[in-house]
């Protein structure tokens, strides 16, 4: 059914154009409906030190819900400005956490991160490994994740779901039960984000931008890039994308056609992948590499579940056309791993990071 109606579509509404990239940018910004915030009141809520790194907790406010709170870390002895880098935290169903899931506070991570960290970060908070190789990495809680999430009752999860499926015997966490509740209410957000003419992809990007405008703004930071995983690598394109002061863009593990994606792949991904309008601008790999001839790394996970090997290798023909006057721009990475950012795959996004934003 989905074969013949892409035809019926193609046909009548023109999927998938090739637009040059200043326009595409321009196009899309407007059909996602990327709000225009601003970190206002930015506070600094508490510092402090671990080994060789310097912590603040930040909050500002983008104008609605609660306060944003951020780590920004960076060398314990750093002098003079170093590059910055806005590290994205992924999606992966879990919505109780933001920042934590990438990035280390003062207090010991909850078992949820851990578990989390270990399946697909490689163990490791990848912002505060980054931070110790010289850059000052802002991690911040987007809409709906963290201290931006909703104040869904928690105390009891859908019917049926009282158990952990690996754990029958032991109870949820007030995490884990958020989480449940939380995977059904995203489709209310973007019902809800489209009757207010934008959409879920359009406020969680109107969020970062203002994000990456705070680490610009600081006096302690050069040149910006960013970098995520997953949902995190969704965000890193779109800010790449809408963003022309954003130097250099890691995606990671968040790259395919859309078309290869019909049937079997879409309902596996947030709303946030399939804003309204884009597919008759361009296919998602057109945006990713909108910002050409600048800076963009995409790390391919060829073992990745949540994406086909078509739309990968498709994702990578259409970024490389786009880059064809500028292929040393764009580094492909094809890892033989599932999907993760792994610790090698940071290490390489790290490295790369660091040539292409020197002070």
């Not at 407007?30 to 310097?54: C, K, M, P, S």
């Not at 991690?139 to 994740?145: C, E, G, K, L, M």
């Not at 690598?233 to 395919?256: C, K, T, W």
Request: charged fraction near 25%.
């Amino acid at each position: 059914m989905f074969s013949e109606l892409a035809g019926i579509a193609a046909a009548q509404r023109g999927l998938y154009p090739v637009l040059p990239g200043p326009e595409l940018r321009a196009a899309a910004r407007e059909a996602i409906g990327v709000l225009d915030l601003a970190a206002a009141d930015v506070r600094v809520e508490r510092t402090w030190t671990d080994g060789g790194l310097y912590g603040e907790e930040l909050s500002w406010s983008v104008g609605f819900g609660p306060r944003t709170r951020a780590y920004l870390l960076k060398p314990r002895d750093a002098h003079g400005p170093l590059p910055g880098v806005v590290a994205l935290h992924c999606h992966a169903g879990m919505k109780y956490a933001g920042k934590e899931k990438i990035a280390d506070g003062p207090e010991e991570p909850s078992p949820e991160v851990r578990r989390l960290r270990d399946g697909i970060y490689g163990g490791r908070a990848f912002a505060n490994a980054l931070a110790l190789r010289g850059f000052v990495v802002l991690a911040h809680d987007v809409f709906a994740w963290g201290s931006r999430r909703f104040p869904l009752e928690t105390a009891e999860g859908p019917p049926g779901a009282a158990q952990r499926g690996d754990a029958p015997d032991a109870p949820l966490s007030d995490a884990d039960r958020y989480d449940l509740l939380a995977r059904e209410h995203e489709h209310v957000v973007a019902k809800h984000c489209a009757a207010l003419g934008t959409s879920f992809t359009g406020v969680v990007a109107g969020e970062d931008l203002a994000a990456a405008a705070y680490l610009r703004s600081r006096p302690d930071v050069g040149a910006v890039g960013c970098a995520g995983l997953s949902g995190g690598g969704l965000r890193a394109a779109l800010l790449g994308a809408f963003d022309p002061d954003v130097r250099a863009v890691v995606v990671a593990a968040m790259a395919s056609s859309y078309r290869d994606m019909l049937g079997g792949y879409v309902e596996r991904h947030t709303w946030m992948l399939w804003p309204p309008g884009l597919p008759r601008l361009g296919d998602y790999p057109d945006l990713i590499a909108a910002r050409a001839p600048e800076p963009l790394m995409v790390q391919y996970a060829m073992r990745d579940e949540l994406f086909p090997e078509a739309g990968m290798l498709r994702a990578d023909a259409i970024i490389a056309e786009r880059y064809r006057g500028a292929p040393e721009s764009y580094a492909a990475v094809f890892a033989e791993v599932p999907h993760s950012f792994d610790v090698p795959m940071q290490e390489r996004a790290f490295d790369w990071l660091a040539a292409h934003l020197k002070v």
